[in-house]
């Protein structure tokens, strides 16, 4: 039973370019979360994902963020314009329910140069 | 003030030690994670609790949800075991995890 599966693990952008990070969740896990971590600081919460839905998208910086579960196939956060201060690793997990143990994902580490 | 504050910030132990982390959080929560890190940066969830105590091999966890406190405790302690340890809380308002800043923990051999 793979895990929650991340890719591409490394991404360099130039500025100005379009980011896509994706994640598949666990087989049977129908809840997703999208979490940055910045250099030096903790991780913070960006966006919870069901299956064709946006739960909670508070975390989300307004502008050129953007994420999707869509019914078949992997989550996607997407950066549009991206700038040096998106660079970051962004996680992913996923839970079979809303209120079960999360599994998480190794990462993207994004670096905009 | 952070939502969930971790103590200490770096810890730094001799191989065999006993070791305990602590988190401290001040909103309502229906669940606490525990989290490790390595270099490298993989997360993996240590435990999930709501109540009492959970332990798996030399990993201990616990909560008191009264006194809005949880506890980590490693013992014999390994260097294998240094790692980023990370408190996070469900909160009960809502669907996010609030994260303390994380607990640096080295243990020397």
């Known amino acids: 039973n793979a895990g929650v599966m991340q890719n591409p693990r490394h991404l360099v952008r130039r500025r100005g370019q379009e980011a896509r990070l994706r994640c598949s969740p666990m087989k049977g896990h129908s809840h997703v979360y999208w979490y940055r971590q910045l250099p030096e600081e903790g991780l913070k919460f960006m966006v919870y994902l069901q299956k064709e839905n946006i739960i909670d998208e508070s975390g989300m910086p307004k502008e050129r963020f953007s994420a999707e579960f869509p019914k078949e196939g992997p989550s996607i956060l997407r950066i549009q314009q991206v700038v040096r201060g998106d660079s970051a690793a962004y996680f992913c997990a996923s839970s079979r329910t809303g209120n079960s143990p999360l599994h998480f994902g190794n990462g993207t580490r994004l670096t905009v140069t | 003030k952070n939502e969930v504050e971790q103590s200490p910030q770096n810890l730094t132990a001799q191989e065999g030690e006993f070791i305990t982390i602590n988190c401290s959080y001040s909103?309502?929560?229906?669940?606490l994670h525990w989290l490790q890190q390595h270099p490298g940066g993989g997360i993996v969830s240590l435990f999930m609790?709501?109540?009492g105590k959970k332990k798996h091999g030399r990993l201990i966890a616990t909560i008191n949800i009264q006194e809005k406190h949880s506890s980590l405790h490693i013992t014999a302690s390994h260097p294998r075991d240094s790692a980023v340890y990370i408190c996070a809380v469900w909160e009960t308002s809502g669907s996010r995890l609030t994260f303390g800043e994380g607990t640096q923990l080295t243990v020397n051999p």
């Open positions: 909103v309502g929560i229906s669940a």
């Open positions: 609790l709501s109540s």
